[in-house]
């Protein structure tokens, strides 16, 4: 594949990520894509390039993020300028959470596990496990349950309760022929009992059966409990990319 058609897949990858976790509030200067999201996650409050010839005007697009009270957080993919990274270190901004977008093909298949629910909308139960185990910060709980309600159908909230305690859930949502895997959580006192494979390949069946023939996800690198089950169900890097913060005033 060419460079130029990689990077059209990177796009494309990225636009169906922001819509399925999306963001609050989004604008567009310059080919630069900025998520405001009242500072909860750094995914949906990001800056992002959504072309890879930009000018780097960076008072300009950091500007909306501090008027909102907001870090001005750039999330570096292949899209990126190159160099970018050295011309925001060199600015003071420090590298954080190098991640992985992964994507698998789909197969008729994947076994639905009776055992867990799958929602079209979360359930009170659903937003309050999520929110103690995320953990989602009082302050925040407002715009996670906003950011969740926004989530264009058909989304799927997966649940996995036992004697009415939950333990393991996760989102996913579709769109064409991709589904996202997102939030992908097992409870403490659940985990090593193949939670979080009957959620994943429950929430795989659900998406097949909406027409899905790829899941993708983002993952933080370093993150070896996931990594195995993952490439273990077929998932492989498409592309990398890293989140730079700001330094701290």
């Known amino acids: 594949m060419?460079?130029?058609?990689?990077?059209?897949?990177?796009?494309r990858l990225?636009?169906?990520?922001?819509?399925?976790w999306p963001a609050l509030?989004?604008?567009?200067?310059?080919?630069w894509h900025l998520r405001f999201s009242g500072g909860y996650t750094k995914r949906a409050n990001s800056i992002n390039a959504l072309e890879?010839?930009?000018?780097?005007?960076?008072?300009?697009?950091?500007?909306?993020?501090?008027?909102?009270?907001?870090?001005?957080?750039?999330?570096?993919?292949?899209?990126?300028?190159?160099?970018m990274a050295d011309l925001l270190r060199i600015r003071g901004y420090q590298p954080i959470e190098r991640s992985l977008l992964q994507r698998c093909p789909l197969y008729d298949g994947f076994p639905a596990d009776p055992a867990?629910?799958?929602?079209?909308?979360p359930a009170s139960a659903w937003v309050d496990a999520f929110a103690a185990h995320s953990p989602?910060?009082?302050?925040?709980?407002?715009?996670?349950?906003?950011?969740?309600?926004?989530?264009?159908?058909?989304v799927g909230f997966a649940f996995v309760r036992y004697e009415g305690r939950p333990m393991a859930m996760?989102?996913?949502?579709?769109?064409?022929?991709?589904?996202g895997l997102f939030d992908v959580l097992v409870m403490p006192e659940a985990r090593r009992q193949g939670l979080a494979r009957r959620v994943t390949e429950s929430l795989y069946a659900w998406a097949w059966e909406k027409g899905a023939r790829f899941a993708y996800l983002q993952?933080?690198?370093?993150?070896?409990?996931?990594?195995?089950?993952?490439?273990?169900?077929?998932?492989?890097?498409?592309?990398?990319?890293?989140?730079?913060?700001p330094p701290t005033p």
């Open 219 to 245: 993952v933080v690198a370093t993150n070896a409990a996931a990594m195995p089950l993952y490439a273990a169900q077929g998932f492989r890097t498409v592309y990398e990319y890293e989140y730079l913060v």
């Open 136 to 154: 989602v910060r009082p302050e925040h709980r407002r715009t996670m349950e906003q950011m969740l309600q926004s989530i264009a159908q058909p």
């Open 25 to 31: 509030e989004s604008q567009d200067i310059h080919g």
């Open 52 to 83: 890879p010839q930009l000018p780097t005007d960076f008072e300009v697009i950091e500007e909306p993020f501090r008027e909102r009270g907001l870090p001005p957080v750039w999330r570096l993919t292949p899209l990126a300028p190159a160099g």
């Open 14 to 20: 990225e636009r169906l990520a922001f819509r399925g």
């Open 170 to 179: 996760a989102i996913g949502a579709v769109e064409g022929n991709h589904m």
């Open 116 to 121: 867990v629910e799958i929602s079209p909308s």
């Open 2 to 11: 060419s460079p130029l058609k990689n990077l059209d897949e990177v796009r």
